[in-house]
């Protein structure tokens, strides 16, 4: 099975600031997909930016982009200008694109604290 | 088009209750999921469904059952209901194709007490 691993238990950023959160994954697959979520205090999973193992260009949605590695299996979310409505539980998530079922498997988590 | 809809928001059960978390999607998706999260922790896969008639175990299945009557819906069961239950429960859809993008309901929060 697929491990997703996010060593940042939690973050802070300044406000206007830029912050980079880590995540590795451990597969033997060629052909996946990984992503972001958001998860506010509400709890709904927001996805903030999604990234094909295929494609070579890194993802980018406005303010939040990321850095893929795929040799060192290493997908790292950099979040720009940041705002307080940033804060928020931030998961990374691997999904084969291979496998029945297409489930998501989650890392543990960051928490990011954004202060004015 | 109210995507993927959760019922009830929060519940509370007494340890060996059964209950049914509710989940219906009105967007035609074949695939549809069951994902816990514990506090603290990112979420896990309970049980899924690749169409109706059709479901299977995920990583942490024990406790729970599930049924794909329909294409819109995928109701998730506790038959005795034990405190490590307690968490909350996420509902998922998305399109076969590979591609797609899975969507999630609002959540349960269940304590079992």
């Known amino acids: 099975a697929q491990t997703v691993t996010q060593s940042q238990p939690e973050m802070s950023v300044q406000e206007a600031e830029t912050v980079t959160l880590s995540c590795t994954y451990d597969?033997?697959?060629?052909?996946?997909?990984l992503f972001w979520y958001k998860q506010p205090p509400s709890r709904q999973m927001i996805l903030v930016i999604r990234?094909?193992?295929?494609?070579?260009q890194n993802a980018t949605e406005n303010r939040f982009s990321v850095n893929f590695q795929k040799a060192a299996k290493s997908f790292s979310l950099k979040i720009s200008d940041s705002q307080l409505g940033d804060a928020a539980m931030y998961f990374c998530?691997?999904?084969?694109?291979?496998?029945?079922?297409?489930?998501?498997?989650f890392g543990k988590g960051t928490s990011l604290l954004v202060t004015p | 088009n109210a995507g993927v809809t959760q019922t009830p928001k929060f519940r509370i059960l007494k340890i060996g209750q059964s209950m049914t978390l509710q989940c219906t999607q009105d967007?035609?998706?074949?695939?549809m999921y069951w994902y816990r999260q514990d506090p603290g922790m990112g979420l896990k896969l309970i049980y899924y469904?690749?169409?109706?008639?059709?479901?299977d175990k995920g990583e942490v299945p024990n406790g729970y059952n599930v049924s794909r009557s329909t294409t819109e819906d995928f109701p998730l069961r506790l038959e005795l209901a034990a405190p490590s239950q307690t968490s909350v429960y996420f509902c998922?859809?998305?399109?076969?194709?590979?591609?797609?993008?899975?969507?999630f309901g609002p959540g349960t929060r269940l304590l079992v007490l």
């Open positions: 998922a859809s998305r399109l076969r194709e590979t591609r797609e993008t899975q969507y």
């Open positions: 597969t033997s697959e060629s052909d996946y997909y």
């Open positions: 469904s690749v169409g109706a008639g059709i479901t």
């Open positions: 967007m035609n998706h074949n695939y």
């Open positions: 990234q094909e193992a295929y494609k070579q």
């Open positions: 998530a691997y999904r084969s694109a291979e496998n029945s079922g297409y489930a998501l498997n």
